[in-house]
């Protein structure tokens, strides 16, 4: 059974830090695409970035860029996503997805966690 099970804190001011942990079992990391999405109350969910499932290529939405950094352990099968300079605007659930590489649809969601960064 595949699970995707995230990890991390969730309050913050803004100016903050945090980060996130995805943790996989039942499947082997380094041959997926991982991605965190993100849900705010009211809106739909949103791809944040993601990071390739060899070579570690990153891709990140406009708004995020230069403060969240995504990172893969494929040998400990884990995904971690840390947040700097957080802003109010980066609170909602978040997400860990994986994809295999030839396909853009998330097949694995993680269980979704709150992120919730005060002003």
């Known amino acids: 059974q595949v699970q995707l099970v995230e990890y991390g804190g969730g309050l913050a001011q803004a100016g903050d830090s945090l980060r996130r942990s995805c943790a996989a079992s039942g499947l082997t990391l380094r041959n997926y695409v991982m991605a965190w999405l993100r849900q705010a109350p009211g809106k739909e969910r949103e791809f944040v970035g993601s990071?390739?499932?060899?070579?570690?290529?990153?891709m990140y939405r406009e708004s995020v860029k230069g403060r969240f950094t995504l990172s893969r352990d494929n040998a400990k099968n884990t995904v971690d996503l840390s947040m700097s300079s957080l802003k109010p605007e980066d609170t909602g659930v978040y997400y860990c997805?994986?994809?295999?590489?030839?396909?853009?649809?998330?097949?694995?969601w993680g269980q979704g966690t709150q992120v919730t960064v005060s002003s």
């Open positions: 997805a994986a994809r295999t590489r030839l396909d853009n649809n998330y097949i694995y």
């Open positions: 990071i390739g499932w060899i070579g570690g290529t990153t």
